[in-house]
Every structure is written in C-alpha cells, then in structure tokens.
C-alpha cells in the first residue's frame, strides 16, 4: 500500500468517526440516568365519552393501544364542561416533585387534527404544563400559530414522543424521535401526571380524531 493511500485510510477513518459521533449527538436517549417505573394495566385508566361502551372508542390488540373520539361525543363525565376525549391517564403515578419522564411510540392518522395527544395535566397557573396538539399533520406545542410547531408531517407514521419534567427546576423538555424540539418553562408545581389518546381542542378540530400508541413508559430520577 502506499503512503498516499494509507493517507486517504486515515483520514476516511476519522470522518466516519466524525460522522458516527455527531449522529449520535443528534439522535439522543433521553431517558439515560432515569429510572423505569413498572407498569400493569392498573396504571391505565382510560377516560372516554360517559355515555359510550369503552369498546366504541378503545381498543388494545398485539401490544397496540387504539384511541378515538368524534367531535360531537360529550365529555368523560356528565357534570364537565370540557371537549370531547378518550384518553389513556396514567394513574398512581401522580407527581408534584423531581424529575419525571414520559415515552411512547404514537401514531396518527390522515384526518385527524385539533386533538392534543400527550400532555402533562396539571399547574399551578393553568390546567395544563403542556399539551402537544396535532394540527394539519403537524406537531404543536399547543396551538401551532401561537406556540410553536415541533415536528412536520407526522400523519401515517410511527413516531417517539419523550416529555420530561423537571418540576424542582421548572422545566419541560420535549424529545420528538430522539432529538431534542423544544424546552420551557413548565407552569408551576401541582399534582401532575401524563396523559395520551385524543383530547379535542375548542375549535378547528376534524369531526372523527384518532391516535394509538405503544411501548408506553415512565421513568423517574
């Protein structure tokens, strides 16, 4: 071989390990240093339209949670006055300090918008510490025009969703396919917990929403 070719070798080698250590960087593991919280089915309480059977807007088939909801279904419970949903709350996990972690693999399809399909439920100024809402096929940290668009052109694919918590220090961190979207300040200290599934928005929302997820954990520093 010779001087000029074990040269070229060399300097090959360093870019495709250059290559390697960026993409790596890019493509993080959000839950590194945290903990995984067992889960059963207990901690899945799903919330769903009072007056409809759980089948008619769920459904659970090979490892695949199914979740729906039509614009004009009523609320989980006759005495809200909030919009339509059927949502997955993770139940007993409830939190008001440390740092906490949600992970799932979603799915939506073409068709759905104005439906938040993760969120963080309570604050101390607001309902919510986060929702992410998808809109035209388009992930949104609440309402896109106003907050801010995450991620585009999520219809008809499997995509990862990690939210992490940080409530002593404030913070929210949003990880679409292992890279980082988006952090911010969360909304103050409550009793908090993760939520996913379908929850209209109040207006421009198509009549028939659907999401499914799978894989969902939680994990804890």
Sequence with gaps: ???????????????????TNVFMESVADPT????????TEYNFEIQRPYDIPLNQRYSYENGTRRLWVYADDKPHNPNSHTMPRTEIRIRGLDYSSGVWQFEGYGFVPNGTS????????????????IMLRIIDGNMNY??????????????????????IHDVDGGRVTVYIDGEQKAETKDRGPGDLYFKCGVYAASTNISYFMESRWRDIKIYKK
Excluded at 142 to 163: E, H, P, S
Aim: charged letters at 10%.
């Design 32 to 39: 590194e240093g945290f903990t995984n919280v067992p889960l």
């Design 1 to 19: 071989m010779t001087k000029f070719s074990i040269q070229n070798v060399v300097f090959l080698t360093s870019l495709m390990s250059l290559y």
């Design 114 to 129: 104005g439906a938040t399909i993760v969120q963080i439920h309570g604050a101390s100024h607001g309902a919510t510490t």
């Design 142 to 163: 609440y309402c896109g025009a106003v907050r801010g668009i995450l991620a585009t052109q999520m219809y008809d694919k499997w995509f990862k969703v990690n939210l």
